[in-house]
């Protein structure tokens, strides 16, 4: 049985069945084998090809069994999935291969009706592909771009009338595009032009970010982020460039107050902590201590003492620290419709109906958060989505609700690339190029 693709279904199974996230759950199958660097390189295409693909991989199976896909036994799902996957969209791979192994996994799984089951399914695919083409035509569109483009189709569907159809295929597009690398600087130990020109002697393939003045993408090869030195001795921290705006925005200085109401997994607030030379007070809440873990471990290895995280709902905060704060950071909990690049499994995860209740928690956390700030405070609010409800909208009825707050230029203090003209900044992927961001910079002015 080959191991490799015995740990990719593995892996596939543990996404769909017990939650897993995708590149959490990969990392610890490479970490825990004995692998080459083409086994390992064909494992993270196995599992990311997989899981991308995984409603438009069942619609193919669907093609060619008269059973629905979610009714197999989860495992057999998976090895079909992945034997679907290497069939229809890795052309290198030979077809006898991949149903032998296919059938050999099965075995380990299936019984003996399962394991002819298997054989038959992939046989099938790799002799009549045609079956499986998909739909064309008049009323066929959004279903086409849907399946082409790896999407459910209640997405595309959403981001056609948001959009346009040609848009709306751009956004499909750059979300199955392996997701760019950026890192942002240490600035309490090295400048940004001190880390690229360690990065370069490393052998990074890596240049400046246009976005970000801390910020350094690398759009080609790197080495191993488990075995950076630079990474461990805290030169660094892996962020998106449109993550790297919010701090900015927001505008600490050094000895103030800060609260950053949804901390984890820290990215924000250890730039946040940057920007005031790690003098002053950041106060990180989240509801899980796990979570808040990981925000201490990363202020530690970047030489952050500032910090400090307490495990509680961000809807208290306003109580615990009225009138306290210089400024309030609501990073809140969002469909995250901006970053599917980045997680290969929340495009099958997400649901029309979850999206729609997020809003009213939003808003809870704001109304909860807000006593917190003294009187000329500033709040920011963003979220890693491109959805109106979730943004412009909760913006826009919280500042019916408090009138103590104005809302003032968010564009005017982005870093680098200022919109001076914007109320408020969405960054979409298919036109700026990097994950989907929203930002709104508020005033307490009474």
Not at 331 to 338: T, V
Request: hydrophobic share 40%; with cysteine.
């Amino acid at each position: 049985m080959d191991k490799v693709r015995a740990a990719a279904v593995e892996v596939v199974h543990d996404v769909f069945e017990n939650g897993a996230y995708a590149n959490v759950a990969l990392v610890n199958a490479l970490r825990n084998g004995s692998y080459s660097d083409i086994d390992r390189r064909f494992m993270t295409e196995l599992v990311y090809g997989t899981v991308k693909a995984a409603g438009t991989l069942d619609w193919i199976i669907r093609q060619y069994v008269s059973r629905p896909v979610s009714k197999m036994k989860p495992y057999i799902r998976a090895i079909l999935r992945v034997g679907a996957y290497q069939l229809r969209y890795l052309e290198k791979v030979p077809d006898a291969a991949v149903c032998n192994e296919s059938v050999e996994i099965a075995k380990k799984y299936g019984n003996a009706g399962e394991v002819k089951f298997v054989n038959a399914v992939l046989r099938n695919l790799a002799r009549s592909p045609e079956k499986a083409a998909f739909p064309e035509g008049k009323g066929k569109a959004t279903q086409h771009l849907a399946l082409s483009s790896m999407h459910p189709e209640w997405i595309v569907r959403r981001w056609i009338k948001q959009f346009g159809y040609d848009a709306a295929e751009r956004l499909c597009t750059f979300d199955n595009a392996p997701a760019v690398l950026s890192v942002r600087t240490n600035t309490l130990k090295t400048t940004r032009d001190g880390l690229l020109s360690k990065l370069l002697e490393e052998g990074w393939d890596a240049e400046a970010s246009e976005f970000a003045p801390e910020g350094i993408v690398c759009r080609g090869s790197h080495g191993s982020l488990d075995a950076s030195r630079l990474l461990a001795e805290g030169y660094f921290q892996v962020q998106d460039e449109s993550s790297m705006q919010v701090a900015h925005v927001l505008e600490p200085k050094p000895g103030e107050f800060v609260i950053d109401a949804c901390s984890a997994p820290g990215g924000k607030t250890t730039h946040i902590a940057q920007l005031m030379q790690n003098k002053g007070r950041i106060a990180a809440f989240d509801l899980y201590e796990v979570k808040l873990k990981k925000i201490n471990e990363n202020a530690e290895r970047l030489g952050i003492t500032c910090i400090e995280t307490h495990e509680g709902d961000a809807r208290n905060i306003g109580k615990l620290y009225s009138g306290m704060a210089d400024r309030l950071l609501v990073d809140a909990p969002c469909s995250g419709m901006g970053v599917l690049r980045r997680r290969a499994d929340a495009r099958w995860s997400k649901t029309e109906k979850g999206n729609a209740e997020l809003p009213a928690l939003q808003l809870e956390i704001l109304d909860g958060a807000v006593p917190a700030l003294k009187t000329g405070g500033i709040l920011v609010y963003s979220t890693c989505t491109i959805e109106p409800a979730e943004n412009q909208d909760v913006v826009t009825e919280f500042l019916k609700r408090h009138d103590e707050f104005v809302l003032e230029k968010t564009g005017s203090f982005l870093p680098l690339k200022k919109r001076p003209d914007e109320d408020m900044v969405q960054f979409y992927p298919h036109k700026d190029g990097i994950d989907g961001f929203f930002i709104a910079r508020m005033r307490k002015v009474k």
